[in-house]
């Protein structure tokens, strides 16, 4: 069954993996990410599938990644390269 929110069916079979562990959902999630068309935001494919597996996977690892992955990147307060360099 093709899903245009997870085409490949990467999510859904994290789901079926028993004993799956945090950095095993983010390098899942990553592949899933990598294979979003350019373009196409991926918010609410993100939403759709949280609001799929939640109800029967509330504290899966993929939940948390998924959650996260809405998240605004975190600021760490130094740039890099030349901007690093200037004062």
């Known amino acids: 069954m093709s899903d245009e929110r997870d085409p490949k069916g990467l999510i859904r079979e994290s789901f079926r993996i028993e004993g799956i562990s945090a950095p095993e959902c983010r390098s899942i999630f990553l592949d899933w990410a990598i294979s979003v068309p350019n373009g196409v935001e991926p918010a609410p494919y993100l939403r759709a599938l949280i609001e799929e597996y939640r109800p029967d996977f509330p504290d899966h690892p993929m939940i948390t990644v998924l959650e996260g992955a809405l ?15 200037r004062s």
């Open 71 to 85: 998240q605004p990147p975190t600021r760490t307060g130094r740039r890099g390269g030349a901007m690093g360099r």
